[in-house]
Nanobody, 124 residues
Framework: VQLVESGGGSVETGASLRLSCAFSGSIFANFAMGWFRQAPGKEREFVAFVSWDGGTTDYTDSVKGRFTISRDKAKRMVYLRMDNLKPEDTAIYYC??????????????????WGRGTQVTVSS
């Protein structure tokens, strides 16, 4: 499995970005997908999750109502729409793939495959 993120950038507070993650190398529908982020000096943290069929999503509390995760089966893509961005959202954002029956969607170790990340910087 290969995951390639894109769509990061430098924006001002209140702006929007859409991150994309291209999936290849296996059957997309066999994997649950997640977005994580890591700020300088901090551990990687869960941001959002979407189940293998797109029917279930989950978000960390700090992004609920501002971020939306989605997946496109035909294009084998996962997206993270980020609205009303805040300086505390500044981080490298990583796409991750895990088993379709992933037990703990917020846990880094549950995900088997990772992209290299895309930088998001939000200035005040």
């Amino acid at each position: 499995v290969q995951l390639v993120e894109s769509g990061g950038g430098s924006v001002e507070t209140g702006a929007s970005l859409r991150l994309s993650c291209a999936f290849s190398g296996s059957i997309f529908a066999n994997f649950a997908m997640g977005w994580f982020r890591q700020a300088p000096g901090k551990e990687r943290e869960f941001v959002a999750f979407v189940s293998w069929d797109g029917g279930t999503t989950d978000y960390t509390d700090s992004v609920k109502g501002r971020f939306t995760i989605s997946r496109d089966k035909a294009k084998r893509m996962v997206y993270l729409r980020m609205d009303n961005l805040k300086p505390e959202d500044t981080a490298i954002y990583y796409c991750a793939a895990g088993p379709d029956d992933i037990p703990e969607v917020t846990t880094v170790d549950e995900y088997e495959y990772w992209g290299r990340g895309t930088q998001v910087t939000v200035s005040s």
